[in-house]
Structure formats: structure tokens, C-alpha cells
């Protein structure tokens, strides 16, 4: 008698211990899974988007300091960036300031706000050639940058307001249809009304390319250069738009 | 009687048109404007900024007239349309208010006070005809209902198992019964190890066997979890925020390189900055299936205040969880593929417009879209699986050649193709398959991606 409790109490064991294994087996889906040596996946020279401060499942606040302080600068303002044979005019720092009040309305912090700096920037030159090719660039940046919300022909008809939930912008040829190279370029780099602040997205050479396609949208000439330069209204700027990194 | 029939159809007329005029009045007690027009107008002119409904870049435009006129006046309202920068200068009290309150000029609109008249037709008797956001959790329930009816095959198996425990006790006791009747010698000291120790013995034949395969079973299993380990096919870690490419990429068609654009420049597809979610989501607060909780995210992170409309200056970072992981020791550059390549995202991430957040996506969801030209057969972020698509896919060469330009100056690829050209052996040799893949240029070469 005592031999058949003992019995049934190892098989109950056994069947208790056999369901447990099966159950782990069930994988947790915020686990990547078995790495082959692990600290492969961190660099130890320093990546962008490894997340120095976990070691093997630790968190370490030191280790992730010593990056942020250590590491990760942003350009001192007015860097121009070296890209080979890159048009030099073109990065140079944007003179222009963002609107009054950009900080609280777009969220430019640290921004240096200009109240003329729209209307400085109305007679800029588009530095960038134009050409064809460019004008073929800026239509394919257009499709990845401004289509979700302007439309295919800038009429403000998007898949993004087409839902109803976000604002139709205004039609390149309707009330947008005078609007100068430069202003579109201010636009594009400090935002409008519902309208964010795109400079972060496309750099100046991409956004003067697009400039072009937004202006046969409009149906202007985009070849056409704008020959009114308004000199004495453009102050030196130190840093632009582009000195701001986001947040 | 003609005068009398004259006199009613002259009060008749009189009453009609008094009724129309008081219905009208009613409906519309400012000017009477066209409604359609109104429409066309605010979209095109008004709509950027403004919602009738509710605040935006603006306030919202609904009773803009009523306000103007109850703390300044009608002439004023007009005014303040067409140019609110003067109207301020000319020392509108309510004007600088309203001036000091959104905090950014409203652009001059040069439109008539009847086309004003349109607009506010329209926005007046504009309704609000957004659904209400279905209730949380909607798409959670199919989860629950899963693990639960997990849990009763569970519960299935163990019972299943105890009858079987129960049925294999009763056997050996009534065994044993019929021993001691036989006669037969029964040990009752003998443990468990030692029955079952007898027990394989007095059955070594198709027991032998058994184990056998047991053992050469259990070793193969063993070794495919082995080969598991380092690939990461499927895995799908919760985010900070239910984010949904189904209904960003998807749904809304706003293209990959929007959010992840330096995928064409560096070696990074890179996460957005909050302030590219921000270009929406200072306007959109409410989304489709989540409601205002994982916008309410977003805000917090940007220092977003809803309630002032403006940016506070005090911002956050969003802890995203990394989903495609390569080791140290492998280099990949997303502009290579994406912009020099011409390779398409779908290729290597497969269909994200099906998906919420990101995924590790398995070589059958990659084979499944029709449109990528390789078709895979490694698991996905594996080195077999690089070097697949390396020998699989084929490079445009030809045209990638600047006519009459020397070595220095060439292209890329052109400088290639034109060794290649000088070697008739290995060109003819390349050119068999009628394939110039990525392997024969170097792709298959340690050092493009190990050093």
C-alpha cells in the first residue's frame, strides 16, 4: 500500500515537471532569442542605436553617461558640411530667421527667431542649377517628402487630409501661386501654421530641388530665375535652421 | 371675385415671402451667403490653419463672427481678415488679444466681404461627422480569447494524463494480483528504478529500438535549436508606443523614407526624431484605434502642451526597443542598398504596410510579396542570407558607364564594368548565366563586410 502512494506521488512528479518544461518552451516575444556570443551585438566602439547603458540584461547608468557625455556633440553652429564636390553655396548657413514665436508654435528651440526673416528671404536665389535631371530629383523628393499631404499636383488634396482629420494645405495654384523660390524654401525649412518644420527631413540641396517641382506645380517657370535680390535686407546669420537637431 | 382672387394671391405672397425671410433670418441672421462656394473657399484658403469645429494653428472659426462683433464689431471682423497686422496697428483691443493669445499672424487673405460671407455660411453651419474612436482594446480581445482557450488544451493535457497515470497503476496492481494467484515469486521490495529497470530488460527488443530513436530524435532537435540561435526571425518586441505602419504607410500612403529618411544617405535607416511625428500630431491628437492615449505619448516627449497649444521647451526621449540587430563584427549600409543598389524596402523588410510595429520579418513574409525579384531561402539577417541575395541579384551595369570618362572620373560601377571589359576570359565567364550579380563584383568578398 505505502509502495503505490509512493508510486503515484513520482508520477505525479513527472507529469508536473514534464508540463512545466513544455510550457517554457512558450517563447516571450520582447526576448530576441539565443545570441551566439552576445557581447558581439555591442559594439564597443560607439554605434549609433546600441544602447550602451544595458550590459548582458543590466542596466548600467555610468556606461551611459559616459557615451552622452563623451561622444555625442552636435556641430557647433554654422558647421558646413563636406560632401566631396558638393555645392558650396548652397550649405552655406541659412540667413534667414525662423518666424517669431517658432519655438512655441513648431518647436524650434534654440532657433534664432527673425520677424523680417520671411519677407528677407522673398527674392533668394535658388543656388541650385537648374536642369532637367533637377527638376526629375525634386519631383521623386516631392513624392517622398510633401505628396501624403499636398497631393500628386499640389491641389491639397493628399491621402493625409483625405481622411478628414488633418487640414487641407492650400492649392499650389490657387492661393500659394505667387509664392517666390524663397519663400517656398522658408517654408519648407521653418514650417507653417499646421505645416512642420521640414529642415531636420531634407537637406538645403534636396530642398531647393524640390523648390523647383513645387514651382512647375504652381505653374511657373521653374527655370525662370528670380532676378530681384534684396541685398541690404539679409543679415549675416550665425547657424540656421540646420543648427537645431531635432529634439 | 378677380380682385378678391388677386388681393389673397397678393397676401398669400406676401406671407410666403415674409415666412422665407424669417426662416432665413433665423438660420442665418448675418448675411446671406452661399454655403457650396463657402466650402471651396475655407479648404482653399482658410483650411490650413483652421478647423470650424475646434482649435488648431487658429481658433476655430464657428461663431468667429458672433465674438468679433460682441468685443469689437462686424467692420472690424472683416477687417481682421484681410489684414490683421493693420488692424492691430490701428489699436483693436480684441484684436491684440486674440493677437497675444494664438501668437502667430494670420496670413493676410485677399478675399471680398461676400466671399467672407461664403465662408462663414459654411462654417457655421458646419457639423462635426468624425466617428468616435471605437473603445480600447478592441483589438487585444482576439488575444485574451487565445491564451485562454491556450489554457484549456493545457488543462485538457493534464487530466488526459492523470487518467492515463490512473489506468497504468490499476493495470500493474491487477498484474500483480494475477502473479500472486499464479504463484509466482513477487518482490514486493522493489522500487520504481528497479521495476522499470526489469521491466526494459524483460522487453529489450522493440525497447532497444525505441530508444534508438528516441536519442537520434532528440539530437536532431537539439541541433535545429542550435541553428536558432543568432537568428532572430519573427521577433516583434513591444514598443514605448503602439505605433501602426498599417495606418501611416499603409492606409495614409505616407512614404518609408518620409519618417526614415537617411535611409539614402547613411548607414542607418534612423528612427524619426519626434519632431517629424510632430508634423502631424500637433494637429491629429486622436487617433483611429487608440484614441488620444499613444499620441498623448508623442506630446509628452516633444513638450507638447495640448491644452496651450504650444511647445513648453521641456522634451523627452522615446526609448524605442531595437528590432534588427547584426553583430559588430558585420558592416551593412543601408545607402548602398537602398540608393546605389536601387534595392526596394520590401526586399529585406517585407510588406510593413500589413504591420504595427516593426518586425523581424520571417523569409516566407519576404517570398510572399510578389513584387521582390529575390526570393529567399536562408532566415532573414543571417550571413546566408546576405550572401543569397548577393549572388541572386543582378547588377545594371551597363548603363552605368560615363561615355568617354577616364578611370578617375567614372562611375562607381562603370569603373568595374570597364576592367571587366578588358578581361575577355572572366567576362565571358561572368556573362554564361547572362547575370552580372553582386558576388561576381566583389559582393562575395570577406572584406565588404568583415572588417
Same mark, same amino acid.
Given at each position: ?10 508520477? $505525479?512528479?513527472?507529469? /508536473? ?5 513544455? #510550457? ?43 557615451? /552622452?557625455?563623451?561622444? #555625442? ?23 534667414? $530667421? ?26 533668394? =536665389? ?33 491621402? =493625409? ?67 530681384? =535680390? ?6 549675416? /546669420? ?10 | 371675385?378677380?380682385?378678391?382672387? +388677386? ?18 433670418? +433665423? ?28 482649435? !488648431?494653428?487658429?481658433? %476655430?472659426?464657428?461663431? %468667429? ?30 484684436? @491684440? @488679444? ?5 501668437? +502667430? ?94 521491466? %526494459? ?9 525505441? !530508444? ?14 542550435? !541553428? ?5 526571425? &519573427? ?8 505605433? +501602426? ?45 487608440? *484614441? ?10 516633444? *513638450?507638447? &502642451? ?76 543571417? !550571413? ?14 551597363? *548603363? ?36 552580372? @550579380? ?14
Amino acid at each position: 500500500m505505502n509502495m503505490k502512494v509512493n508510486r503515484m506521488k513520482k508520477f $505525479g512528479l513527472i507529469a /508536473v515537471l514534464g508540463a512545466g518544461s513544455l #510550457t517554457s518552451c512558450v517563447g516571450d516575444s520582447n526576448s530576441p532569442g539565443l545570441e551566439y556570443m552576445p557581447d558581439m551585438y555591442r559594439s564597443s566602439a560607439v554605434e549609433a542605436y546600441v544602447d550602451y547603458g544595458e550590459v548582458r540584461g543590466k542596466y548600467d547608468e555610468n556606461a551611459q553617461n559616459l557615451i /552622452v557625455e563623451k561622444f #555625442t556633440f552636435t556641430p557647433p553652429s554654422g558647421t558646413i558640411p563636406y560632401a566631396g564636390n558638393g555645392n558650396v553655396a548652397v550649405n552655406m548657413p541659412y540667413r534667414h $530667421g525662423a518666424p517669431v514665436g517658432a519655438d512655441k508654435t513648431h518647436g524650434l528651440y534654440g532657433v534664432r527667431q527673425d520677424s523680417a526673416g520671411l519677407a528677407n528671404a522673398k527674392w533668394d =536665389v535658388n543656388p541650385v542649377p537648374f536642369s532637367e535631371d533637377v527638376l526629375k530629383e525634386g519631383k521623386v523628393l516631392f513624392e517622398r517628402f510633401c505628396i501624403h499631404c499636398h497631393g500628386e499636383n499640389g491641389a491639397g488634396d493628399g491621402t =493625409v487630409p483625405g481622411t478628414g482629420k488633418y487640414p487641407p494645405p492650400p492649392a499650389y495654384d490657387g492661393p500659394l501661386k505667387d509664392r517666390t523660390a524663397g519663400e517656398i524654401f522658408y517654408t519648407i525649412t521653418y514650417g507653417k501654421g499646421a505645416m512642420g518644420s521640414h529642415a531636420s527631413q531634407i537637406n538645403k540641396e534636396e530642398r531647393w530641388k524640390i523648390v523647383y517641382y513645387v514651382q512647375k506645380l504652381q505653374g511657373n517657370d521653374p527655370g525662370a530665375a528670380t532676378v530681384v =535680390v534684396n541685398e541690404e535686407a539679409a543679415p549675416e /546669420v550665425e547657424g540656421g535652421a540646420d543648427a537645431h537637431n531635432g529634439h | 371675385m378677380k380682385v378678391l382672387n +388677386s388681393f389673397i394671391s397678393q397676401r398669400f405672397k406676401l406671407l410666403v415671402v415674409t415666412a422665407i425671410s424669417l426662416l432665413s433670418f +433665423s438660420s442665418n441672421i448675418y448675411a446671406e451667403g452661399d454655403k457650396a462656394k463657402g466650402e471651396v473657399l475655407f479648404k482653399a484658403n482658410c483650411g490650413a490653419c483652421h478647423f470650424p469645429h475646434k482649435d !488648431m494653428t487658429g481658433p %476655430a472659426l464657428k461663431g %468667429a463672427r458672433q465674438r468679433w462683433i460682441d468685443n469689437s464689431s462686424e467692420e472690424n471682423f472683416y477687417k481682421w481678415i484681410k489684414d490683421s497686422q493693420k488692424l492691430i496697428g490701428e489699436g483693436d483691443s480684441y484684436a @491684440s @488679444s486674440l493677437f497675444n493669445e494664438w501668437g +502667430s499672424v494670420m496670413t493676410p487673405q485677399a478675399v471680398s466681404d461676400e466671399q467672407i460671407d461664403d465662408i462663414f455660411a459654411y462654417v457655421d453651419g458646419y457639423e462635426d461627422v468624425t466617428p468616435p474612436p471605437p473603445p480600447t482594446g478592441g483589438p487585444g480581445g482576439t488575444d485574451v480569447a487565445e491564451e485562454s482557450s491556450n489554457a484549456i488544451w493545457w488543462i485538457i493535457a493534464v487530466l488526459l494524463l492523470i487518467v492515463i497515470g490512473a489506468v497504468g497503476t490499476v493495470r500493474g496492481n491487477l498484474n500483480r494480483v494475477a502473479k500472486v494467484e499464479a504463484g509466482e515469486a513477487v518482490n514486493e521490495n522493489e522500487t520504481l528504478a528497479q521495476g522499470a529497470r526489469r521491466w %526494459a530488460w524483460d522487453n529489450r527488443g522493440w525497447f532497444g529500438v525505441t !530508444m534508438l530513436l528516441v536519442v537520434v530524435a532528440l539530437l536532431t532537435a537539439g541541433m535545429l535549436d542550435l !541553428m536558432k540561435i543568432g537568428v532572430f526571425e &519573427d521577433y516583434k518586441p513591444e514598443q514605448p508606443i503602439a505605433y +501602426s505602419h498599417k495606418l501611416h504607410a499603409g492606409d495614409l500612403a505616407i512614404d518609408c523614407k518620409y519618417c526614415h529618411n537617411a535611409v539614402t544617405k547613411s548607414k542607418h535607416a534612423t528612427i524619426p526624431t519626434v519632431n517629424v511625428c510632430m508634423n502631424c500630431h500637433k494637429t491629429v491628437t486622436e487617433g483611429t484605434t487608440t *484614441g488620444t492615449e499613444e499620441i498623448a505619448k508623442i506630446h509628452d516627449a516633444a *513638450g507638447w &502642451d495640448a491644452d496651450t497649444k504650444s511647445f513648453t521647451g521641456v522634451t523627452k526621449p522615446i526609448k524605442w526597443v531595437k528590432v534588427h540587430n547584426l553583430p559588430d563584427h558585420v558592416y551593412f549600409n543601408h545607402s548602398q542598398h537602398v540608393e546605389v543598389g536601387g534595392v526596394d524596402c520590401a526586399q529585406c523588410h517585407g510588406d510593413m504596410k500589413k504591420e504595427t510595429v516593426a518586425r523581424v520579418m520571417t523569409t516566407a513574409d519576404l517570398n510572399a510579396v510578389e513584387e521582390n525579384k529575390i526570393k529567399f531561402s536562408r532566415p532573414t539577417l543571417t !550571413m546566408g542570407w546576405c550572401i543569397e541575395c548577393h549572388q541572386l541579384s543582378n547588377v545594371d551595369v551597363a *548603363g552605368s558607364h560615363i561615355d568617354g570618362a577616364s578611370e578617375s572620373e567614372d562611375s562607381y560601377y562603370g569603373v568595374i564594368h570597364q576592367r571587366l571589359m578588358k578581361d575577355k576570359e572572366t567576362y565571358q565567364k561572368y556573362l554564361e548565366d547572362d547575370v552580372i @550579380s553582386v558576388a561576381e563584383l566583389g559582393g562575395w568578398e570577406c572584406a565588404k563586410c568583415h572588417y
